[in-house]
């Protein structure tokens, strides 16, 4: 079943035309959108969560937390759209008086992009999925979407689809403000199409690459939201490793193997003050006899992972330091270079295992960490698991330059859908590393500013007027002010 690029054609046609008649609703209308997303997946979980199951080879508990994730999600939006906060409204009273001469009245709004083609994910059926993290944040910004689906999970996924269309219709939508295509064909002429607006991806790096170039040569280049590839890297400090060196192998072996190494948070390397080799791969070992194993989620993952381990574990100076295996359940894989090798060789840094593998690096102690940091490209996350006391301002510095989120003491696996979540981070992570795609202020990939340099008040957007009929958050002459209050004229 795929969708042919006239079908496409006429997709996105509709998907402009209803773009056009939503795009200016007021928050309560598009909140009672998000809302019959949220119910209507709530009431069609059994159903949704079986086809997870018959396809993924994800358990049940896995998918419906995954599913209750996207229902919050939904629901989070609703109330920050309510509240305005995604509008960023801002108003500037004409002042005669301002420092650098006489001010005009001036107001600033953020408006939807269009239509945004949404490439769905492979590793998180509903996380980012038909509707997850991109789909969620365009539709909650007042674009309308075409959601390109992943073949991985195609029955789960049109019916996904199909649940979301028939909630929105039944919402009083305007037809053709969320729909689904499936197929390479689909998925370029997508990028192509004038109407694209935006495109939102999470996937492979070499996928995604090919994605952004071809979104960069249009004639009228589109923002590209791009989650690419990541490897995670985890610090222990020497006072660290002597503290509690048994608890932090413990929770790495958790987390590089939860839903089997294809978390794209999954801690992929670990510097650690090794010194007993035997000893760490005894206790990894241990730890990792407990971990329940499962196929991987398509034949094509596989085939990745298994070259990526090969690449990693033939390279000069990389060890086995617990044996995996190649059965259809592959049991985790922890291999094991020095400090010096990668210093040596800093391409040993750059090769993602996607799947239950990771490389654990031994470094001397009175090792510089911020120099091994310093050979790290861009990552969503980095962790340091140290001591209160120590001073690490300079690796901390370096890992900030390099990921989106820092991680103290804890483990990356798990993003939250926070206001303050920073799912990103420079190239190869992303493509936008000023931008997240979880948590609140993913919303704002999908819209961009636009000033109103002296409008007659009748003329303005219910948004930036002064009586605030919307009742939003805004920021006026300076000052924030909360939602449902009025702006004063000076």
Same mark, same amino acid.
């Given at each position: 079943?795929?969708?042919?690029?006239?079908?496409v054609e006429n997709q996105i046609l509709a998907a402009?035309?209803?773009?056009?008649?939503?795009?200016?609703?007021?928050?309560?209308?598009?909140?009672?959108?998000?809302?019959?997303?949220?119910?209507?997946?709530?009431?069609?979980?059994?159903?949704?969560?079986?086809?997870?199951?018959?396809?993924?080879?994800?358990?049940?508990?896995?998918?419906?937390?995954?599913?209750?994730?996207?229902?919050?999600?939904?629901?989070?939006?609703?109330?920050?759209?309510?509240?305005?906060?995604?509008?960023?409204?801002?108003?500037?009273?004409?002042?005669?008086?301002?420092?650098?001469?006489?001010?005009?009245?001036?107001?600033?709004?953020?408006?939807?992009?269009?239509?945004?083609?949404?490439?769905?994910?492979?590793?998180?059926?509903?996380?980012?999925?038909?509707?997850?993290?991109?789909?969620?944040?365009?539709?909650?910004?007042?674009?309308?979407?075409?959601?390109?689906?992943?073949?991985?999970?195609?029955?789960?996924?049109?019916?996904?689809?199909?649940?979301?269309?028939?909630?929105?219709?039944?919402?009083?939508?305007?037809?053709?403000?969320?729909?689904?295509?499936?197929?390479?064909?689909?998925?370029?002429?997508?990028?192509?199409?004038?109407?694209?607006?935006?495109?939102?991806?999470?996937?492979?790096?070499?996928?995604?690459?090919?994605?952004?170039?071809?979104?960069?040569?249009?004639?009228?280049?589109?923002?590209?939201?791009?989650?690419?590839?990541?490897?995670?890297?985890?610090?222990?400090?020497?006072?660290?490793?002597?503290?509690?060196?048994?608890?932090?192998?413990?929770?790495?072996?958790?987390?590089?193997?939860?839903?089997?190494?294809?978390?794209?948070?999954?801690?992929?390397?670990?510097?650690?003050?090794?010194?007993?080799?035997?000893?760490? *791969?005894?206790?990894?070992?241990? !730890?990792? /006899?407990?971990?329940?194993? %499962?196929? =991987? +989620?398509?034949?094509?993952? @596989?085939?990745?992972f298994d070259t990526a381990l090969d690449r990693v574990?033939?390279?000069?100076?990389?060890?086995?330091?617990?044996?995996?295996?190649?059965?259809?359940?592959?049991?985790?894989?922890?291999?094991?270079?020095?400090?010096?090798?990668?210093? *040596?060789?800093?391409?040993?840094? !750059?090769? /993602?295992?996607?799947?239950? %593998?990771? =490389? +654990?690096?031994?470094?001397? @102690?009175?090792?510089?960490?911020?120099?091994?940091?310093?050979?790290?490209?861009?990552?969503?996350?980095?962790?340091?698991?140290?001591?209160?006391?120590?001073?690490?301002?300079?690796?901390?510095?370096?890992?900030?330059?390099?990921?989106?989120?820092?991680?103290?003491?804890?483990?990356?696996?798990?993003?939250?859908?926070?206001? %303050?979540?920073?799912?990103?981070?420079?190239?190869?992570?992303?493509?936008?590393?000023?931008?997240?795609?979880?948590?609140?202020?993913?919303?704002?990939?999908?819209?961009?500013?636009?000033?109103?340099?002296?409008?007659?008040?009748?003329?303005?957007?219910?948004?930036?007027?002064?009586?605030?009929?919307?009742?939003?958050?805004?920021?006026?002459?300076?000052?924030?002010?909360? %939602?449902?209050?009025?702006?004063?004229?000076?």
């Amino acid at each position: 079943m795929q969708t042919t690029p006239e079908q496409v054609e006429n997709q996105i046609l509709a998907a402009h035309a209803a773009y056009e008649k939503a795009r200016d609703v007021e928050p309560a209308v598009r909140g009672s959108w998000l809302e019959a997303i949220a119910s209507a997946l709530e009431d069609d979980a059994d159903e949704l969560v079986g086809l997870g199951t018959q396809e993924t080879h994800l358990d049940e508990g896995r998918l419906r937390f995954e599913l209750k994730r996207s229902v919050f999600q939904l629901r989070l939006f609703r109330s920050e759209i309510l509240s305005g906060e995604h509008l960023g409204a801002v108003i500037d009273h004409a002042d005669a008086e301002w420092g650098m001469g006489p001010r005009p009245d001036i107001r600033k709004i953020n408006v939807p992009l269009g239509v945004v083609g949404v490439f769905g994910a492979s590793n998180f059926p509903f996380a980012f999925s038909v509707m997850g993290g991109d789909t969620a944040s365009a539709l909650a910004a007042g674009c309308a979407v075409v959601h390109k689906i992943h073949e991985g999970h195609l029955q789960l996924a049109l019916r996904t689809a199909a649940v979301v269309e028939e909630a929105l219709a039944a919402a009083g939508t305007p037809k053709g403000l969320f729909s689904a295509v499936v197929g390479r064909q689909a998925a370029e002429a997508l990028v192509d199409h004038p109407l694209t607006k935006a495109i939102g991806f999470t996937g492979s790096t070499a996928g995604g690459r090919t994605l952004f170039n071809r979104a960069c040569r249009r004639p009228t280049p589109v923002p590209f939201y791009g989650e690419l590839g990541s490897i995670n890297p985890v610090f222990v400090t020497e006072q660290a490793w002597t503290a509690r060196r048994d608890a932090i192998l413990s929770g790495y072996a958790t987390s590089f193997t939860a839903g089997m190494g294809q978390f794209c948070t999954k801690p992929g390397l670990l510097f650690a003050p090794v010194e007993d080799s035997d000893i760490v *791969a005894d206790l990894l070992q241990q !730890e990792l /006899e407990t971990k329940t194993a %499962a196929p =991987l +989620l398509s034949p094509k993952l @596989r085939e990745g992972f298994d070259t990526a381990l090969d690449r990693v574990r033939s390279a000069p100076g990389v060890d086995v330091l617990v044996q995996g295996d190649d059965s259809e359940a592959p049991r985790p894989t922890v291999l094991a270079t020095t400090a010096e090798e990668v210093l *040596a060789n800093p391409e040993l840094l !750059e090769q /993602e295992m996607f799947g239950p %593998a990771t =490389l +654990l690096i031994r470094y001397r @102690r009175g090792t510089d960490l911020a120099e091994l940091a310093a050979l790290l490209e861009g990552q969503l996350t980095a962790t340091v698991h140290g001591e209160p006391e120590e001073e690490l301002d300079e690796l901390l510095t370096v890992l900030r330059e390099r990921s989106g989120r820092l991680v103290w003491n804890a483990w990356p696996t798990g993003v939250s859908v926070t206001y %303050a979540q920073q799912h990103g981070g420079p190239y190869p992570a992303t493509t936008a590393a000023s931008t997240t795609s979880v948590g609140t202020a993913a919303i704002g990939r999908f819209m961009r500013p636009v000033a109103y340099d002296s409008f007659a008040p009748q003329q303005l957007p219910p948004a930036l007027q002064d009586e605030n009929p919307w009742n939003i958050a805004r920021r006026v002459d300076g000052i924030h002010e909360p %939602a449902g209050q009025k702006a004063e004229t000076l």
